[in-house]
């Protein structure tokens, strides 16, 4: 069984009146790559800075590698943190950046110049150690900013929506290079993000939060397959999921005087009758032929599509509500169309109308 690297036990946080994460609890095993998800405002920023020391919190506890440093200051929490922005010194070199932090720290010289070294070779910024932060670019910034928390040779690095400030390109690159960096390294990272693509692509599991509480906890496959409430199901996925409003009835999803029957439906609570959302994701809705073999099936008018090269996004109305699904980027599409669309309701997700959570 795999020790937790990170314990967070019933962790209260208010500034004054105001609840900002209430009764939360979260274990991250040891080496696990852990992604705090969700919109601004959520917490996700607000629990890591906790974890940091860098909040006082208001009630539980945090515990690190079996010891509780819940009142522990920064320093001595064994954490290296990477922030959104650089806070590289300008007066100083990449070197001088990185080894700033371990002089302060008094790390023998020898030891000072072996991280450095090796923080360079695997962040492969030996070429920038002599320059100061104004001759890099942002992507090379950010490798100078993690590698400031690699250098100082501890259990936990948390990272703070680091890519944030950089362009596509850059986000993109420097995403594969975390990746390989966790590979490499096995540390325990915790990952704050609003970006779901980040999410997706980085966690061993994700955290989905809202309002100061964790929404659902579980493997990317599982968020995007299964997700709990309506909440997770619109903020995963890009584009987001379809809901079509119904009710649940004996015979299946009922909307606009028709059936959609739900056989191989795997119900996570219970097939209860009562309003309720269905919801599809564009991806896994089938045109022409196949969709003809789906349990169910529609004629549709193409309104309006959006070209994205690989994808072309398809907007238009089933059962008179709003609908939007993928084709292939090749296929032509013009306003106007009649189409017949498709889907597989066993891929589907039901939620109840009230409480919002997966039937």
């Known amino acids: 069984m795999t020790a937790n690297s990170v314990e967070i036990k019933n962790l209260d946080l208010s500034f004054g009146a105001v609840e900002v994460l209430k009764n939360l609890n979260l274990e991250i095993p040891e080496g696990e790559f852990l992604v705090l998800l969700g919109a601004s405002g959520c917490g996700k920023s607000t629990l890591l800075n906790c974890i940091a020391g860098l909040l006082e919190v208001t009630g539980g506890q945090i515990w690190i590698k079996d010891r509780n440093v819940t009142w522990e200051e920064p320093s001595h929490r064994g954490i290296g943190m990477v922030f959104q922005s650089y806070a590289l010194y300008p007066q100083m070199s990449v070197k001088g950046n990185l080894s700033f932090g371990l002089k302060n720290a008094k790390v023998p010289k020898v030891e000072i110049e072996e991280r450095v070294a090796r923080a360079a070779e695997i962040l492969q910024i030996q070429p920038l150690l002599d320059r100061k932060p104004a001759a890099l670019s942002g992507g090379q910034r950010q490798r100078v900013a993690i590698g ?39 540390n325990t990272m915790i990952y704050v993000t609003h970006d779901q693509i980040e999410a997706m692509t980085l966690a061993d599991r994700i955290a989905i939060m809202r309002a100061g509480k964790i929404q659902q906890l579980g493997s990317p496959d599982e968020i995007y397959n299964r997700p709990k409430t309506k909440y997770v199901a619109e903020f995963i996925g890009s584009p987001s999921m379809n809901f079509l409003n119904g009710d649940l009835t004996a015979e299946g999803f009922a909307m606009d005087g028709e059936t959609v029957p739900m056989q191989g439906y795997k119900f996570a609570n219970g097939a209860a009758p009562g309003p309720a959302w269905m919801g599809i994701r564009p991806e896994h809705v089938a045109t022409g032929d196949q969709a003809q073999a789906m349990p169910y099936n529609a004629d549709v008018t193409v309104e309006l599509f959006e070209p994205m090269g690989a994808d072309t996004l398809v907007w238009t109305t089933v059962a008179g509500q709003p609908f939007h ?16 669309i498709g889907f597989d309701t066993s891929r589907s997700s039901l939620f109840d109308k009230s409480s919002e959570a997966r039937l």
């Open 148 to 186: 400031r928390a690699l250098v100082r040779d501890v259990d936990v690095f948390l990272f703070d929506e680091p890519l944030s400030n950089l362009d596509a390109k850059l986000r993109a690159d420097l995403r594969v290079e975390i990746k390989r960096l966790h590979h490499k390294l096995k």
């Open 325 to 340: 699904f993928n084709l292939d980027g090749q296929h032509k599409v013009a306003s106007g169309d009649q189409m017949k």
